[in-house]
C-alpha cells in the first residue's frame, strides 16, 4: 500500500506493533562468557607471539610495515623515507603497530602486540554481535569459539600486517549497526505506546561507531524479519506508526522536503562526511609535515593549479591516494607476470592455496636425525571453511527464500 497516504487509529497500530524484543536479556551470563571467550582468546593470540622470526627480523610482509612503523614512532608520526618503496597504505596501521613498538620494542612481541590485541577483541565482538543477532549466549559463544579456532584469524593477529586491523575495524562496525537496530526499535516502540507516533525521533545512535557506517532499519509491522538497506532506511516506506526523520506510514504523509531534511541530510553525514573527516584526521601528522612522502606534489609532480579550488596540501594528498589506488590496481598477473603462489579467487572459500609466511629448515628440534621443516601459514581451518561453502547456500535460501533479516546481515 502507498506509504504516503494512509492512516489508522492508535488501538490498530498497538495490535500491528511486534513484540519487544531490544537484545538478549541474560545479561550477566552474557558477560560472563564474553569473559572466558576472550581469555580463551587471549591466551591463544598472545602464546609466544615474539615467534617466529627471521633471525630476529620481521617475516613475510612484516618486512614493509614493522620498518615502517619505527620510522613512524620516531619520525612524529610520518613516513618520509622513499628507500621504503612501497608507502602504498594509509597511515592508521602502520601507527597502530608502532604503539606496540613503542611500548615493546623493535621485536617480534613489538610489531605484533597491537594487532593481537586487537584480535582479542575482535574475538569478544564477534561473540556480542552473534549473541544480540541471535538471542543466544550459547550461540555467540559459540561463534566465539569457532573464530578463535580459525587458522586465517589466528595468523592474522599474530602478525604484523594491515589486514587484521581493516578487519576489525569492519567488525566493529558491523556490530554498532545491530545495537543501532535495536535501539532504534525500541524507541520506536516507545514513542507508539506513548501515542508519540506523529512525532520525529531523533537517533543518533551507534551508526556513527567507527568512522563510517550505514543505517539499516527493520521492518515494524506485519513482519519483523529484514533488515532494509540503507534505500529503505531513506525511504522509510516500511515504518507502521512512527514519523522518523521526516517521513511517516501511519498516520501522515510523506513528503520530499523531510526525506531531504530528516533522511538524506543524515544518512549524508553518517555515510559521507564523518568517513570523510576520519580519513582526513588518520592524515593529520602528514599534512603537518614538511618531509612526509608525497606531502609537497603540487608545483612538482602536479600543476600548482587544479580543476576545483582545493588547498595545495588537499590535492598532494589526493595525489598520494590516487598513486597508491594505482599501485595495487597494476598488481596483475598480466603480461606474462605470473607469481608462483598466485591464488584463484574461487579457490578462496576452501582455502586451496595458503600463503606462506615463514619457513624454518635448519636445526629444527624434534627429529632425532630426521630432516624437520617448521612452517607458518595463512590457512582457513578445513572442518571450518569447507563447510562454510553449502552454508552459505543456506543462508542465502533463508536470508532471499524466507527473509530472515539475520541471515540476509550476516
Known amino acids: 500500500m502507498p506509504c504516503?497516504?494512509?492512516?489508522?487509529?492508535?488501538?490498530?497500530?498497538?495490535?500491528?506493533?511486534?513484540?519487544a524484543d531490544f537484545g538478549p536479556t541474560d545479561h550477566a551470563r552474557g558477560w560472563i562468557a564474553t569473559g572466558v571467550i576472550t581469555l580463551?582468546?587471549?591466551?591463544?593470540?598472545?602464546?609466544?607471539?615474539?615467534?617466529?622470526?627471521?633471525?630476529?627480523?620481521?617475516?613475510?610482509?612484516?618486512?614493509?610495515?614493522?620498518?615502517?612503523?619505527?620510522?613512524?614512532?620516531?619520525?612524529?608520526?610520518?613516513?618520509?623515507?622513499?628507500?621504503?618503496?612501497?608507502?602504498?597504505?594509509?597511515?592508521?596501521?602502520?601507527?597502530?603497530?608502532?604503539?606496540?613498538?613503542?611500548?615493546?620494542?623493535?621485536?617480534?612481541?613489538?610489531?605484533?602486540?597491537?594487532?593481537?590485541?586487537?584480535?582479542?577483541?575482535?574475538?569478544?565482538?564477534?561473540?556480542?554481535?552473534?549473541?544480540?543477532?541471535?538471542?543466544?549466549?550459547?550461540?555467540?559463544?559459540i561463534a566465539g569459539v569457532l573464530l578463535i579456532c580459525d587458522g586465517v584469524s589466528f595468523v592474522a593477529a599474530r602478525t604484523a600486517l594491515l589486514d587484521g586491523f581493516l578487519t576489525f575495524f569492519v567488525v566493529a562496525t558491523f556490530g554498532a549497526l545491530m545495537v543501532d537496530r535495536d535501539q532504534v526499535r525500541e524507541r520506536m516502540h516507545v514513542a507508539l505506546l506513548e501515542g508519540r507516533s506523529a512525532e520525529t525521533?531523533?537517533?543518533?545512535?551507534?551508526?556513527?561507531?567507527?568512522?563510517?557506517?550505514?543505517?539499516?532499519?527493520?521492518?515494524?509491522?506485519?513482519?519483523?524479519?529484514?533488515?532494509?538497506?540503507?534505500?529503505?532506511?531513506?525511504?522509510?516506506?516500511?515504518?507502521?506508526?512512527?514519523?522518523?526523520?521526516?517521513?511517516?506510514?501511519?498516520?501522515?504523509?510523506?513528503?520530499?522536503?523531510?526525506?531531504?531534511?530528516?533522511?538524506?541530510?543524515?544518512?549524508?553525514y553518517a555515510l559521507a562526511l564523518i568517513p570523510f573527516a576520519v580519513y582526513i584526521a588518520s592524515y593529520a601528522p602528514w599534512l603537518a609535515s614538511e618531509t612526509a612522502i608525497d606531502r609537497h606534489q603540487v608545483g612538482q609532480t602536479i600543476g600548482p593549479h587544479g580543476i576545483l579550488p582545493l588547498p595545495d596540501a588537499i590535492r598532494s594528498l589526493w595525489y598520494y591516494t590516487a598513486k597508491a589506488f594505482e599501485f595495487h590496481a597494476g598488481l596483475t598477473n598480466a603480461a606474462g607476470n605470473h607469481h608462483p603462489w598466485e591464488s584463484k579467487p574461487w579457490s578462496w572459500p576452501m582455502s586451496l592455496r595458503p600463503v606462506l609466511y615463514a619457513i624454518d629448515q635448519q636445526n629444527v628440534p624434534g627429529c632425532g636425525s630426521e630432516s624437520c621443516v617448521k612452517a607458518e601459514m595463512l590457512v582457513g581451518t578445513p572442518a571450518m571453511w569447507w563447510l562454510a561453502v553449502p552454508v552459505l547456500g543456506y543462508l542465502s535460501w533463508r536470508a532471499l527464500v524466507r527473509q530472515d533479516w539475520r541471515y540476509a546481515t550476516v
Open 4 to 19: 504516503w497516504s494512509v492512516s489508522y487509529p492508535q488501538s490498530v497500530l498497538v495490535r500491528w506493533f511486534p513484540v
Open 201 to 268: 525521533i531523533w537517533v543518533p545512535g551507534w551508526v556513527c561507531a567507527g568512522g563510517a557506517s550505514w543505517r539499516d532499519s527493520a521492518r515494524i509491522g506485519l513482519r519483523d524479519k529484514m533488515v532494509r538497506p540503507v534505500l529503505r532506511r531513506v525511504l522509510r516506506c516500511d515504518v507502521v506508526g512512527v514519523r522518523f526523520r521526516g517521513t511517516s506510514a501511519i498516520p501522515g504523509a510523506k513528503t520530499p522536503a523531510g526525506v531531504f531534511r530528516r533522511d538524506l541530510i543524515p544518512t549524508g
Open 40 to 141: 580463551l582468546a587471549t591466551v591463544t593470540r598472545f602464546l609466544n607471539l615474539g615467534s617466529p622470526t627471521d633471525a630476529g627480523t620481521p617475516i613475510f610482509d612484516e618486512k614493509h610495515y614493522a620498518p615502517q612503523a619505527w620510522q613512524v614512532l620516531h619520525n612524529h608520526w610520518v613516513e618520509d623515507n622513499p628507500g621504503f618503496g612501497l608507502v602504498v597504505h594509509p597511515p592508521v596501521g602502520k601507527q597502530l603497530i608502532a604503539l606496540g613498538e613503542a611500548i615493546l620494542g623493535y621485536n617480534g612481541l613489538g610489531w605484533r602486540f597491537t594487532g593481537a590485541l586487537l584480535g582479542v577483541v575482535m574475538v569478544a565482538l564477534v561473540m556480542r554481535t552473534v549473541r544480540r543477532i541471535s538471542r543466544s549466549t550459547l550461540v555467540g559463544a
